[in-house]
């Protein structure tokens, strides 16, 4: 019994997914172009695929689960689970229109043209806000429907916006806020489900190892007290004594998210020697 993972054969999403399918300690070997291989080391066969074919594989149970852009996941609106967000290939489907145009809200779209290559996300939008416009669907280069008389405006995926910028756009309204997603069949069979269950548990680990760091410290004894009450850790940070008397070496773990702050209070309350390492795997 082997758990089916579909993921993109080329693209954005191909190579974070295989990193996080490695950081989970399954190693896969693809031969070139092959559209299917085997992990080595845990019971998974990985199809390489288009990510716009990979929602309806996994409706239809030919993949197990599969590594899809929220986007994609919800334009083409399949009957699958989402098991996980993961962190990866965000962007945000957006509005955009060109620069020298007023905005002034989503009034601004009534009875216009709007070029996407998400339509369906597009109508569910534009009927929410109760907005009445005209879906222009294309498949590629959106961005410059604009600007040869295609559409008034676009809607469609951004990251740094530096396309938009370049094809003379303005980014007006976001739509959607997308990151890679692990899918699923709706009715995995036990064993199945099992694995799938084994793998999440290790996509968490890697996930939390991540966003956390390792942080060793010297301290005075007499600053313990308030550098420990700094120091958030799993449960409470590990406090050694050093050769050197009065000084203690004190450990934690610390999110990425308020690293800087903590370095700081920490330095102000007279810890030294201050070490940050990555953590690779972690388990709570
Ligand atoms: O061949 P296949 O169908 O598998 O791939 P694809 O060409 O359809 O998709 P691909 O590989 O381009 O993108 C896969 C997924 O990555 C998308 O579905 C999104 O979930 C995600 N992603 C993240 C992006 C971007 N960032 C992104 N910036 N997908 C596309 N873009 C494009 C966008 O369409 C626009 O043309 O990049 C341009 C904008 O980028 P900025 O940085 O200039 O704003
Ligand atoms: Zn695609």
Redesign the pocket.
Known sequence: MKLKIAI???????DDSMKLLHECGIHIHNGMNRLKAEAEDFPMEVLF?????IPQYVEDAVADIGI?????MHEKAKSVDLVEKLGF???RLSLAIPREQDWNGMQSLRDKRIAT?YPRILQNFLNKNKIRAEIHEISG???IAPGIGLADAIC???????????NGLKEVHPVLQ???VLIAHEALELPKAELLRQLIFRINAVRKARNNKYILLNAPNEKLEAIINILPGMKSPTVLPLAEKGWSSVHSVVTEHDFWQIIEKLKANGAQGILVVPIEKMII
Do not use: F, M, Y
């Open positions: 993109q054969k080329s693209g954005r999403l191909h695929l288009r990510d716009d074919d899809v852009g929220e986007n994609v290939s965000k962007c290559s280069s959106v961005e469609d995926l951004v990251s740094s916006g530096s396309t938009l910028l370049s997308s990151e890679a």
